[in-house]
């Protein structure tokens, strides 16, 4: 199985600040690197797919990036709504496989 | 508006039995491989299994935690998604979501809200 590792696990930040989080895969998945955000009791919501590629309706302050093993979740001014927990997800190969999370906490 | 409605959810001995459904509407479910992913309590994601479409003959693929013991159907006529759990362990409990393929690799770009299995004695 692809293990994939996210860093920080919690990040405590500003409204404004940029903030980037770390997508490590064990092994390569080219770009098929997708990113979700999810907020206490809600379904996950995607964000980015194919690693850079920003899904509809999602504010440009958001941007991925990277190839290969190593990935990022850039967000560039953080806003109050943007406080959530997120996951990365290789596209890959089965078994699909979520990161264990990065919880980003107001400051 | 695409919207995924779970139900079926609630508490289950160990050892016993649970179907899930996932009912679909605001796109075209046949042509749609469907998927499970499942979220412990305070923990992460971690994916169950998906179906493919007629096309595909309805294929599965399951993760090694659940293989075995859970079974992912669909019956495109009601639009509607299913997961049947056998022998639940209470490393079973979690909130199962279903979530839509994209159509362009194995992301997810629409979620249901989720339905709570709880296994306990």
């Known amino acids: 199985d692809i293990q994939m590792t996210q860093s920080p696990s919690t990040l405590s930040a500003s409204v404004g600040d940029r903030v980037t989080i770390t997508c490590r895969a064990s092994?390569?998945?080219?770009?098929?690197l997708a990113w979700y955000q999810q907020k206490p009791g809600k379904a996950p919501k995607l964000l980015i797919s194919?690693?850079?590629n920003l899904d509809s309706g999602v504010p440009a302050r958001f941007s991925g990036s990277g190839s290969g093993t190593e990935f990022t979740l850039t967000i560039s001014s953080l806003q109050p709504d943007d406080f959530a927990t997120y996951y990365c997800?290789?596209?890959?190969?089965?078994?699909?496989?979520f990161g264990q999370g990065t919880r980003l906490d107001i400051k | 508006e695409v919207q995924l409605v779970e139900s079926g959810g609630g508490m289950v001995q160990p050892g016993g039995s649970l179907r899930l459904s996932c009912a679909a509407s605001g796109f075209t479910f046949s042509e749609r491989i469907m998927d499970w992913v499942r979220q412990a309590p305070g923990k992460g994601l971690e994916w169950v299994g998906r179906i493919r479409d007629k096309a595909n003959r309805y294929t599965t693929e399951y993760a090694a935690s659940v293989r075995g013991r859970f079974t992912i159907s669909r019956d495109d006529s009601k639009n509607s998604l299913f997961l049947q759990m056998n022998s639940l362990n209470t490393e079973d409990t979690a909130v199962y979501y279903c979530?839509?393929?994209?159509?362009?690799?194995?992301?997810?770009?629409?979620w249901g809200q989720g339905a709570l299995v709880t296994v306990s004695s």
């Open positions: 092994q390569s998945i080219g770009a098929l």
């Open positions: 194919k690693a850079s």
């Open positions: 997800q290789q596209c890959n190969t089965y078994p699909i496989t």
């Open positions: 979530a839509k393929d994209s159509g362009s690799g194995k992301y997810f770009d629409y």
